[in-house]
């Protein structure tokens, strides 16, 4: 991790997420320090998750997918195909529509957008089509996710953490099958 920028704490935990099987799932900023030499050490392992290599493949789908995706809305085949790979992860909702399938991993996953700021549109999204099932493992990446992602907005970077995560994601899918 030496090469790690300061302001860029999401690489950090690059391989913990996509290759490695085992993540902290905590890295708040007390639990993130920058070594003199300008690595960047993690503490406090208390809250940890593992994915599976089946996971992980289904994981580095859905941050491709995401990555390789315009916002939510703009394209009804990016949407389809974000859709797609969460439904294939186990999320469900009551009617199994594109809308909030698509919407959810960029909420987790993505850039924040300004429209995502005005409660009632998402709140209205999500309401008309309510999540039934999330695997734990997947709560648990999109918790980090989102830690990661409010420390850079901190320093001021918003960030789209599958963009971050897509180089290693298709590195896994290239050492490791990408079979459906």
Not at 15 to 26: P, R, T
């Amino acid at each position: 991790l030496r090469s790690t920028p300061p302001r860029r704490p999401h690489w950090c935990h690059r391989f913990l997420s996509v290759c490695e099987g085992m993540f902290n799932c905590d890295p708040h900023p007390g639990n993130i320090l920058l070594l003199p030499d300008g690595r960047i050490g993690l503490i406090d392992f208390g809250l940890c998750a593992t994915v599976t290599p089946a996971e992980r493949t289904l994981l580095a789908k859905l941050f491709i997918a995401c990555a390789d995706s315009p916002p939510h809305g703009v394209s009804i085949e990016a949407d389809a195909r974000v859709a797609k790979a969460v439904r294939k992860i186990g999320v469900r909702t009551e009617s199994s529509g594109n809308q909030v399938l698509s919407l959810f991993p960029r909420l987790a996953f993505c850039k924040i957008r300004p429209e995502w700021l005005d409660r009632t549109h998402i709140k209205n999204i999500m309401e008309a089509d309510k999540i039934v099932d999330i695997p734990v493992y997947l709560v648990m990446v999109a918790r980090c996710a989102g830690l990661l992602r409010g420390l850079c907005l901190g320093l001021q970077e918003n960030i789209c953490i599958a963009e971050a995560w897509k180089p290693y994601a298709e590195q896994w899918l290239r050492e490791h099958g990408d079979e459906d």
